[in-house]
T-cell receptor, first 115, second 111 residues
Framework: DAEITQSPRHKITETGRQVTLACHQT?????MFWYRQDLGHGLRLIHY???????NKGEVSDGYSVSRSNTEDLPLTLESAASSQTSVYFC??????????????FGPGTRLTVT | SQQGEEDPQALSIQEGENATMNCSYK?????LQWYRQNSGRGLVHLIL?????REKHSGRLRVTLDTSKKSSSLLITASRAADTASYFC???????????FGAGTRLAVHP
């Protein structure tokens, strides 16, 4: 069955370190998204991609970067981790269907703690 | 800034009762979607309603959309303990494939 996975599921890192969170989907979806979830804020969009070599900034992109070298993967990199980036991170993917609704499929999340 | 705002923030009911959650949004939308999140898990898509639709059903779920009031409601009938979760509305605007999520409603259904 097609799925979307994230790794690691839990990560503790120190302030200033570079961290990369992996996201892999086997749905063959063109669209992929990264969100962070914090109490009281729901999900906020960090970066998204509509296809290979395409990346776009979301609502809270400062301090984060992504790259899309293939359809299946969209790794999220924290260039220099800060305590404010302690959060739960979700990856999602969806089809590109022009003019139609497109539900997103979510991964299980990565809980990141920056100490 | 958040597009969708859910109301109430938390809801506690008994099994068998109906649960109603509301979502308000600020700008014109292409469609509105509802998602469920069980504790410690990712979000799961429940139902999508397009801007030209007023009501949609899926099993025990009923969604309404009032574009003139920029609001939507999700009704879960005959609730079960397994419905305990957080529920989020998300809006899609224009031709973009991205969604904007609200802060969610935490639903607790007691046996």
């Amino acid at each position: 069955d097609a799925e979307i996975t994230q790794s690691p599921r839990h990560k503790i890192t120190e302030t200033g370190r570079q961290v990369t969170l992996a996201c892999h989907q086997t749905w063959n979806h063109n669209n992929m998204f990264w969100y962070r979830q914090d109490l009281g804020h729901g999900l906020r969009l960090i970066h998204y991609s509509y296809g290979v070599q395409d990346t776009n900034k979301g609502e809270v992109s400062d301090g984060y970067s992504v790259s899309r070298s293939n359809t299946e993967d969209l790794p999220l990199t924290l260039e220099s981790a800060a305590s404010s980036q302690t959060s739960v991170y979700f990856c999602a993917s969806s089809e590109s269907r022009q003019g139609l609704g497109n539900e997103q499929y979510f991964g299980p999340g990565t809980r990141l703690t920056v100490t | 800034s958040q597009q969708g705002e859910e109301d109430p923030q938390a809801l506690s009911i008994q099994e068998g009762e109906n649960a109603t959650m509301n979502c308000s949004y600020k700008t014109s939308i292409n469609n509105l979607q509802w998602y469920r999140q069980n504790s410690g898990r990712g979000l799961v898509h429940l139902i999508l309603i397009r801007s030209n639709e007023r009501e949609k059903h899926s099993g025990r779920l009923r969604v309404t959309l009032d574009t003139s009031k920029k609001s939507s409601s999700l009704l879960i009938t005959a609730s079960r303990a397994a419905d305990t979760a957080s529920y989020f509305c998300a809006t899609r605007t224009g031709g973009y494939n991205k969604l904007i999520f609200g802060a969610g409603t935490r639903l607790a259904v007691h046996p």
